[in-house]
C-alpha cells in the first residue's frame, strides 16, 4: 500500500496510545497510519501572530506528525466560525444554531488555502492523500489548484443534511462542488450518502453513473458509505487490563448494588444530553419503585468552550443535573453524578464494563463510536444493555440488538430504561451478539481497507481506460 498522508483539522495522534479522553476518530486514524507509515498534518492547536507556514514535525507513539500554527483570526472565522458556528449545527440539522457570516466563509477558504500550500511540498507523486472531515471540505480542490495529481479521498464525519436543510447556507452549491475534485468520498451511512447524492443531482445537475459514481462536467467521483469501527482487538484487550479491572471494581463499589446507566459524549448540543437528562427524570418520575435501584453517570468532558452555544448547553446542564438531584436525592442516594472530565480510554472500559445500561442519545450522529466501545467491553457472559439513538450513525450497524429510541421522545427513553432493566439475561446475550460480531468484523482496519481500497481502484480503473 502506498505511503498515507492523512490531513485533518486536529492532530490528534496520542502521545501515547491510552493518553486522555481520546476520540474514536483519533484512534482510528493513528492505527490506520501506524500500519502503512506516512504523515499526519494539521493544525498544531497553537496560535502565531504572524502565518509562516512553518511546518512542525513530531514522531507521537509511531506516527510522524506534521503540523503548522495559524493566526488568532484564522481560528475565529475558520475553526470557531465557519467550522463550528456554521457549519456543525447545519450538519446536524439545526439551522436555529447556525450563523451565516461572509467573514467566517472567508477565514474558512483562506486557512484551507493555507494548509494546501503548506502541505503541498510534503506529497510524493505515489503518495494517497486522505482528507478528513468538514473543516476541510475545499482542501482536495486548493491542492488540485497546486498541480496536485494524487489519488485524493475525502470522508465526512458528521452527517450530511438534507437537501432542503443545506440550501440554507448561501454558498452551499460551490462548497459541495468542491467535492468533485476528489477521488472518492465517504460518508458512514447509507443515510448520508443518500443526501449528498440528492443534493449533487438535484441541486448541482450532476449525473449518477453506475457503481455509485457520479459525474459533474468532467469530473466523476466516486461516492460511498464505509461505516467507521472502533480498533476492536485492542479494545477488548484494553478492556481486560489491570486499569480496566480496577475501574471496573471500584465502580462496582461505589454502586452499592444499584444498576449503574452510563454516558459518555464530548459536551455537544447534537449528543442529546438535556434531552437525556429528561428522559431520565421521566423515568424516575414514573417508576418511584426504581428510584434507589438506579444511577446514572453522565461523564460530558466540555468541549469548543468558546462558543456561545456550547456555554449554553453547559449551564443548561448544569441546571437540570441540579435540579433533578435536589428534586428526587436522599441522604444516601443521588440519581446524577455528572462529570465534566475525560478519562483514559482502559479506565471508561471498566466503567462501561460495570454498567447495566449505556446509553447513547444523540439528536443526530455521523457515527457515534461511544455505542461500538459499549459493546466490545462487556462481559460475553452478562452483557449490558445498548440503548440507542435512531438518529446516531451506528444504529444501521447496531440496530440488530440494541433498544432502539427517538431520543426526543422522554417517555421512549422512560420506557427503554425499564425495558432493559427488567430485561432477562438471555435476551441481554441474544441482543449483544449480533452487535458485538458487528463491532469485531466492521472495525477500523475494515474500515480504513474498504476506503483506501475504493481509493486504489479509481486509480486502477482509469489506468484500465488509458
Ligand atoms: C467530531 C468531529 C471531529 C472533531 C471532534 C472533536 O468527532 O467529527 O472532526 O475533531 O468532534 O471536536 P474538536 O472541535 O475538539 O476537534
Same mark, same amino acid.
Given at each position: 500500500m502506498n505511503r498515507l498522508i492523512i490531513i485533518s483539522n #486536529?492532530? *490528534? +495522534? &496520542?502521545?501515547? !496510545?491510552? !493518553?486522555? +479522553? =481520546?476520540?474514536g476518530l483519533a484512534v482510528a486514524l493513528s492505527a490506520a497510519l501506524r500500519e502503512n507509515g506516512g504523515i499526519w498534518f494539521g493544525w498544531s492547536g497553537d496560535t502565531v501572530? =504572524?502565518?509562516?507556514?512553518q511546518i512542525n514535525f513530531e514522531r507521537r507513539s509511531g506516527v510522524t506528525v506534521a503540523t503548522v500554527d495559524l493566526e488568532e483570526h484564522d481560528i475565529e472565522e475558520y475553526y470557531e466560525g465557519y467550522a463550528n458556528r456554521t457549519l456543525w449545527p447545519l450538519f446536524h440539522y439545526r439551522i436555529d444554531l447556525a450563523e451565516y457570516e461572509r467573514e467566517f466563509a472567508g477565514g474558512y477558504q483562506r486557512v484551507n488555502h493555507r494548509f494546501a500550500d503548506t502541505v503541498r511540498p510534503l506529497i510524493d507523486p505515489e503518495d494517497v492523500i486522505w482528507i478528513q472531515d /468538514?473543516?476541510?471540505?475545499p482542501l482536495g480542490q486548493d491542492l488540485r489548484d497546486r498541480g496536485c495529481n494524487n489519488r485524493i479521498g475525502f470522508f465526512l464525519h458528521i452527517p450530511w443534511p438534507p437537501r432542503r436543510l443545506l440550501n440554507t447556507l448561501p454558498e452551499a452549491a460551490d462548497l459541495a462542488k468542491t467535492l468533485f475534485a476528489y477521488d472518492v468520498i465517504g460518508f458512514h451511512t447509507q443515510e448520508w450518502l443518500e443526501s449528498f447524492r440528492d443534493f449533487a443531482t438535484q441541486d448541482l445537475g450532476a449525473e449518477l453513473l453506475d457503481g455509485g459514481r457520479l459525474k459533474l462536467g468532467d469530473r466523476v467521483v466516486h461516492a460511498l458509505a464505509a461505516p467507521i469501527g472502533i480498533d476492536c482487538k485492542e479494545f477488548v484487550e484494553g478492556a481486560n487490563s489491570p486499569t480496566a479491572r480496577l475501574a471496573y471494581r471500584q465502580m462496582r463499589d461505589s454502586s452499592n448494588g444499584r444498576d449503574l446507566i452510563v454516558g459518555v459524549d464530548r459536551?455537544? /448540543? *447534537?449528543?442529546g444530553l438535556e434531552e437525556r437528562f429528561r428522559g431520565y427524570e421521566r423515568f424516575l418520575e414514573t417508576h418511584p419503585e426504581e428510584r434507589k435501584e438506579v444511577f446514572l453517570l453522565q461523564i460530558a468532558p466540555p468541549s469548543r468552550a468558546t462558543v456561545e452555544s456550547y456555554q449554553k448547553i453547559r449551564s443548561t446542564l448544569e441546571g437540570l443535573a441540579g435540579h433533578i438531584n435536589g428534586a428526587y436525592s436522599d441522604v444516601d442516594w443521588t440519581p446524577i453524578r455528572y462529570v465534566n472530565q475525560g478519562y483514559p480510554r482502559d479506565q471508561l472500559a471498566g466503567i462501561y464494563r460495570a454498567a447495566r445500561i449505556g446509553l447513547v442519545t444523540p439528536l443526530r450522529d455521523g457515527m457515534n463510536l461511544v455505542a461500538k466501545e459499549y459493546v466490545a467491553a462487556q462481559d460475553p457472559e452478562d452483557p449490558g444493555v445498548l440503548i440507542l %439513538? #435512531?438518529? +446516531?450513525?451506528a444504529a444501521e450497524q447496531l440496530g440488530n440488538g440494541a433498544v432502539l429510541v427517538? &431520543? /426526543? %421522545?422522554a417517555e421512549e427513553m422512560s420506557d427503554a430504561i425499564v425495558q432493559a432493566l427488567r430485561m432477562s439475561r438471555d435476551e441481554r446475550i441474544a441482543r449483544w451478539r449480533p452487535m458485538m460480531d458487528n463491532v469485531e468484523q466492521e472495525d477500523v482496519i475494515w474500515w480504513r481497507k474498504r476506503f483506501t481500497d475504493a481509493l486504489l481502484d479509481t486509480a486502477k480503473a482509469e489506468t484500465a481506460a488509458a
Open positions: #486536529r492532530v *490528534s +495522534a &496520542p502521545k501515547d !496510545s491510552n !493518553s486522555g +479522553a =481520546q476520540g501572530e =504572524q502565518f509562516t507556514g /468538514y473543516h476541510m471540505f459536551l455537544d /448540543y *447534537s449528543k %439513538s #435512531r438518529f +446516531a450513525g427517538n &431520543p /426526543y %421522545s
